[in-house]
């Protein structure tokens, strides 16, 4: 039998008891944590790390998409939403195949979920897994914003007319109505999900349409280094480096971000540290 080890996140404590009694009825699934929001959902699968997280969307503070957002590719867990959404979010997440539970928790519902889960687990297609969860997401907040067509016309003027000399170092993220110029110093880390790459800064991430190599051509080569397949980092920000398993090791960047070296890529950071 495909044995399954999960996380449940919810900031509600009946629904968090409820699905945790649903999910006791399930054979080969092991439920090894459970936390109250979007933060203690990060730590529970950097310390755990689950095969499966079932993430209440609606939290204070990071909410299941922001979990989503603040976790490489390369730690991403399987993940199902449980979630009361409206239904063009539910229509989204059907499109691009991401898992979830409806509120009320239906009992066929979590059955079917979890047995889709470890299919994915089985067939290896966990690896694609944040991709397909950040093409849902951004789906879902172009549904939510009714821009008028005259703001449209005066962002996509304002991205076009800005000269080299004014976005020197700064990354052009155009997020709906709104373009936002990133200092590329501010700039913490970023991941590569899909047709898009997450950047990561002050505690907040931005999503931008880009490959990963394409941004690596304008990032500064003095501050950034690849540490992963899909990962880069700003080297001014390291501040601890943790060993870990099989030639791998995490790097601390303050107090809530901790990402993962892979062994193809350590030598990088080996050198960097070295010249210090």
């Not at 990060?42 to 989503?68: A, H, Q, R, T, Y």
């Not at 009992?107 to 690896?127: H, L, M, P, T």
């Not at 000269?163 to 991941?191: F, M, N």
């Amino acid at each position: 039998m495909n044995h399954l080890t999960a996380v449940i996140v919810d900031d509600e404590p009946l629904a968090l008891k409820l699905l945790r009694s649903k999910l006791a009825n399930i054979d080969g699934l092991e439920v090894i944590g459970e936390g109250r929001n979007g933060r203690q959902a990060i730590d529970l699968i950097m310390d755990l790390s689950p095969d499966l997280v079932f993430l209440d969307i609606e939290m204070p503070g990071l909410n299941g998409f922001d979990v989503v957002k603040n976790l490489q590719n390369d730690v991403l867990p399987l993940i199902i939403f449980t979630t009361a959404y409206e239904q063009y979010a539910l229509d989204a997440f059907e499109i691009h195949a991401v898992d979830y539970i409806l509120k009320p928790i239906d009992n066929e519902r979590i059955e079917r979920a979890v047995e889709r889960a470890k299919e994915r687990k089985r067939g290896g297609d966990a690896s694609n897994n944040k991709p397909r969860l950040i093409n849902a997401i951004h789906s879902i907040h172009q549904s939510k914003q009714n821009t008028s067509p005259h703001m449209q016309e005066r962002s996509a003027s304002f991205a076009g007319n800005v000269g080299d000399s004014q976005v020197e170092h700064k990354i052009v993220i155009k997020e709906r109505d709104e373009i936002t110029l990133l200092k590329q110093a501010d700039i913490k880390w970023i991941d590569a999900a899909g047709d898009y790459v997450c950047l990561h800064v002050d505690g907040e991430t931005h999503i931008k349409r880009s490959t990963m190599k394409e941004l690596l051509d304008e990032l500064d080569a003095s501050l950034f280094k690849r540490i992963h397949r899909s990962t880069i980092v700003n080297l001014n920000y390291i501040e601890k480096v943790i060993p870990h398993t099989k030639g791998e090791f995490f790097l601390d960047l303050g107090e809530y971000d901790r990402i993962k070296v892979s062994r193809n890529y350590k030598e990088a950071i080996k050198a960097f540290l070295t010249e210090r």
